[in-house]
């Protein structure tokens, strides 16, 4: 069984940003350099033939250039407890659209809808137990000079004694048929 999900990769300056302000928030797991993307679609186990299906149902999805720039830090919490800190893009309206079309191509295939809002961040900590105060994070957006989306990647994700581990699979779109 293979975990998949869709995400946009991130330039090193922007993972750089995000990178620079780690530290600060007591009972914060900081997400290394290879764990930050902005996920479009959380797909689930699928099996390889199922994982194929996903590939070729993505592999049809038109993406065109947008820029985006980073955005406003903000928190998820579960039964009031922040365990996620993320930041956030902007403009969100062209990422939105995109994640609107993969998930699209992959309801084609017989995947069911994404039934969450889609709120476009980057996490960039968790929390276990209790969130220390946020006093030391960021509270305006980070400064990084805004960036071209003009691709996407399915990526796959095994979890581990020490968290998760990401790999791309396959890329999609202009840019990423260069690398």
């Known amino acids: 069984m293979h975990r998949l999900?869709?995400?946009l990769e991130l330039p090193p300056l922007v993972r750089d940003a995000l990178l620079a302000v780690h530290g600060g928030v007591a009972g914060a797991r900081w997400q290394r350099d290879d764990q930050?993307?902005?996920?479009?679609?959380?797909?689930?186990?699928?099996?390889?033939?199922?994982?194929?299906?996903?590939?070729a149902a993505l592999g049809s999805v038109n993406i065109q250039r947008?820029?985006?720039s980073l955005g406003l830090p903000g928190t998820f919490d579960r039964r009031g407890r922040i365990d996620t800190l993320?930041?956030?893009?902007?403009?969100?309206?062209?990422v939105g659209a995109l994640a609107k079309r993969v998930d699209s191509g992959l309801l084609r295939i017989g995947l069911p809808p994404e039934t969450r809002a889609f709120g476009p961040h980057m996490t960039v900590a968790r929390f276990s137990r209790i969130a220390g105060p946020l006093a030391g994070f960021p509270a305006a957006p980070?400064?990084?000079?805004?960036?071209?989306?003009t691709g996407f990647a399915l990526w796959e994700s095994r979890l581990g004694h020490d968290g998760a581990d990401y790999a791309v699979i396959e890329r999609y779109g202009s840019h990423y048929a260069a690398l």
């Open 5 to 7: 999900f869709v995400a």
């Open 36 to 55: 930050l993307h902005l996920t479009l679609r959380f797909i689930g186990e699928v099996d390889r033939h199922q994982a194929q299906d996903v590939s």
């Open 66 to 68: 947008f820029a985006l």
């Open 86 to 94: 993320w930041v956030g893009v902007t403009p969100q309206s062209e």
């Open 142 to 149: 980070l400064s990084a000079t805004p960036w071209d989306v």
